[in-house]
């Protein structure tokens, strides 16, 4: 069996190793987002091929987001007892077998288990990079390296609907499902070649199955609620019974993370005020990053009568200032007090969304991509830092519940931020059945207002 301590892997490849390890986390990173976006656009035509509704088609994306938040609080207990080179190889090989599955799919139901089993691995994979940062990289360094690494994070579903619609144009909706493959299948090898094992574990412990399934009740009935509140005529008992349902196993969840020996969620992480305050931050962050990225092409498509060409188009500018943005915000992010840039990032995203607010009909394409990549630079400079700030205080055993905490809640605020906005939108003004633009503008202040609230948290961190 290969050798592969940090001190072997040093030996064996030098110090750039720790690049090599870099690269094989973010294409577990890269394939897990990109999924959880590219297949939006494919849902007509896998509504037209399954004679199936709106009612049903939307789990494609809740049963990705649901899984994924949801397991996203197991990798703390993976890594405990297998490290992140077992953990992050065996997830990538589940979910490469399970993206060819849903690819040959004969039934809407084979598809929608497809998608729930790739959010679930893509949950445990999304912390391994944050959790490896900070355990091979210095203090020093992480910062600089997490604005390195968190361009997978958020170019992946600027990309998303870009390549999605090209596959789906160009070949079928089924390459959807195939596109991650590739990527993973080539992450399993990388992750045994270059994932180190662990120095040292802890003792064994039970992990808190209850718990986990009883967070991901919560999570399925609430986005399940919010989904079905856009069409309320008809459901009004449904959505009542799921909503105290969800509460229901909301409070059960609490109560057993409060008793149980070893929780899913370590509360004792929580109660620490940066870390704390730095999860706020990050749950306005997921809100910010996909509720734009849902927001921004069915803007400029419904509202301003764009295409789905231009609609796609106007990401990628963004997408490519990101890029742009995360390496400078992430060497500040070592230097700078982390609260100031993420005050920083908020602002200038608040600013990007209130300009989409006024946006009228007549205003030119070239000032909505100005928009967009401002928006994106306010993202850019908010990641680097709030994993920093939180992460740089806690002890190095408490990274990997730390890891996966914060990337939890920043895809908790993702998937709810996500329904917020399409509440919004669908209670707006309507005219012959379609929103106008008057609606699109409310969304765009809530999540403006969203953000700037978040500044007051982050304010307190005090890093």
């Known amino acids: 069996m290969r050798d592969n301590s940090v001190a072997n892997l040093t030996a064996r490849y030098g110090p750039q190793w720790r690049w090599f390890a870099l690269v094989t986390v973010m294409l577990g990173t890269i394939a897990t987002v990109l999924s959880a976006t590219v297949v939006n656009v494919a849902l007509h035509d896998i509504m037209v091929e399954f004679g199936i509704g709106q009612g049903q088609v939307h789990w494609l994306a809740t049963g990705f987001i649901a899984a994924m938040t949801t397991t996203m609080l197991a990798s703390s207990w993976l890594l405990d007892h297998f490290g992140v080179r077992k953990t992050l190889a065996f997830a990538m090989a589940v979910f490469t077998l399970i993206s060819l599955a849903g690819g040959f799919a004969s039934s809407p ?96 412990y039970r992990f808190d199955l209850k718990g986990l399934v009883l967070l991901g009740a919560t999570i399925g009935l609430s986005l399940d609620t919010l989904n079905r509140v856009q069409s309320l005529a008809g459901q009004e008992a449904r959505i009542v019974i799921e909503g105290l349902a969800a509460l229901m196993f909301l409070l059960m969840f609490v109560r057993r993370q409060k008793t149980i020996e070893f929780p899913l969620l370590n509360l004792a992480l929580i109660r620490k005020p940066s870390f704390l305050f730095a999860n706020m931050g990050a749950m306005a962050l997921g809100l910010a990053l996909f509720g734009s990225t849902y927001l921004i092409p069915l803007y400029v498509q419904t ?145 403006a207002a969203f953000v700037a609230v978040a500044a007051i948290p982050v304010w307190r961190m005090r890093v």
């Open 109 to 204: 139901e084979q598809l929608i288990a497809a998608r729930v089993g790739q959010g679930a691995m893509a949950g445990v994979m999304q912390p391994m990079g944050m959790y490896l940062v900070f355990r091979i990289f210095p203090r020093e360094q992480r910062g600089r390296i997490m604005g390195i690494y968190g361009m997978g994070i958020v170019l992946a579903p600027a990309l998303g609907p870009v390549l999605g619609g090209f596959l789906v144009d160009q070949l079928d909706w089924r390459y959807v499902m195939f596109a991650p493959a590739p990527v993973t299948f080539l992450g399993v090898f990388m992750a045994l070649r270059f994932l180190p094992t662990p120095a040292s574990r802890p003792s064994p």
């Open 303 to 447: 509202a301003l009568e764009f295409s789905a060409t231009e609609a796609g188009l106007l990401m990628l500018p963004a997408g490519i200032v990101l890029g742009m943005t995360f390496p400078l915000a992430g060497r500040l992010a070592d230097r700078e007090s982390a609260r100031k840039l993420v005050i920083f990032g908020i602002v200038v995203f608040a600013m990007s969304a209130v300009l989409f607010a006024l946006s009228g009909l007549t205003l030119a394409f070239g000032w909505l991509v100005v928009w967009a990549m401002l928006g994106r630079v306010g993202i850019g400079f908010m990641l680097p830092a709030l994993t920093t700030g939180a992460l740089n205080p806690l002890e190095p055993e408490e990274l990997g519940a730390g890891s996966s905490i914060i990337n939890f809640t920043r895809q908790l605020g993702g998937a709810f931020g996500v329904n917020i906005v399409a509440l919004t939108i669908e209670f707006g003004e309507h005219s012959d059945g379609v929103p106008t633009i008057g609606a699109f503008h409310s969304a765009w202040w809530l999540v």
